[in-house]
């Protein structure tokens, strides 16, 4: 497949690779192709252009306590607390240092995709906060990009991942409140992109995460009933 003859394919490849989330193999051929292929090379170097000091627009960010705790324990300041019952999977996420690893370079993923790619996904009301998030894969790797709509009141979901998924499976995104259950925020079904319709979002709530699930959804009241395939912070903006 001659990648110039797909210029949307070409675009999102070459956002990737100015990015830095295309990597291995796939980085490789993107090279070689700019090294054949003009068209190629002036898509990165756009891509490269309007990148560039995008990390320096974005704001600092404070590492939530739990970040510090999890940073004290480890380094031996801080107790560990006494061993007891096995803690569930989403309050271990609050003390995992892989959980919070890249989360600056997530902010410039989603300013990025958000303003180049032509997603509108931050649309405000008077008073209210853009709340976005870019979803992790077990490798690390940006997997699910989620904003929220507050005027039409939905969260817009998009998929960078190539996660194979069967015709008995689907995604479930989870808001992951902290010291409580995960809250289902709607069934994203196998598409690249969807629209969960929600009243308001909840409150408090730091992380989310998607999982792998039967058609309908989880069937676990206490949370998802697969495996968790993606999770990551949420990033609250300020009006």
Not at 156 to 161: E, K, N, P, T
Not at 199 to 225: C, H, I, M, Q
Request: aromatic letters at 6%; hydrophobic letters at 45%.
């Amino acid at each position: 497949m001659r990648l110039t003859r797909h210029p949307d394919l070409l675009d999102r490849m070459a956002a990737q690779y100015a990015l830095g989330v295309l990597r291995g193999g796939a980085r490789r051929r993107m090279e070689q192709l700019a090294r054949e292929e003009p068209a190629v090379r002036a898509a990165i170097g756009h891509w490269q252009v309007r990148l560039s000091g995008m990390a320096e627009l974005q704001p600092s960010a404070e590492a939530v306590e739990a970040v510090w705790c999890g940073i004290e324990q480890r380094l031996g300041w801080k107790p560990v607390p006494s061993a007891g019952a096995a803690e569930p999977w989403w309050q271990k996420l609050w003390t995992a240092p892989v959980f919070w690893r890249g989360a600056a370079a997530a902010m410039t993923v989603i300013a990025a995709l958000a303003v180049g790619i032509g997603w509108q996904m931050i649309q405000r009301q008077p008073g209210e906060a853009a709340v976005v998030a870019v979803l992790n894969n077990a490798q690390s790797k940006p997997a699910l990009l989620v904003s929220w709509d507050g005027a039409a009141r939905e969260l817009l979901v998009q998929r960078l991942d190539d996660t194979p998924l069967s015709g008995q499976q689907v995604l479930q995104l989870w808001a992951l409140p902290e010291g409580g259950k995960p809250q289902s925020l709607g069934v994203i079904g196998r598409e690249r992109a969807a629209r969960l319709a929600l009243a308001r979002f909840p409150a408090a709530v730091p992380a989310l995460a998607v999982s792998v699930e039967p058609p309908g959804g989880s069937t676990n009241p206490d949370g998802p009933s697969g495996p968790v395939v993606f999770k990551g912070p949420l990033i609250h903006s300020p009006l």
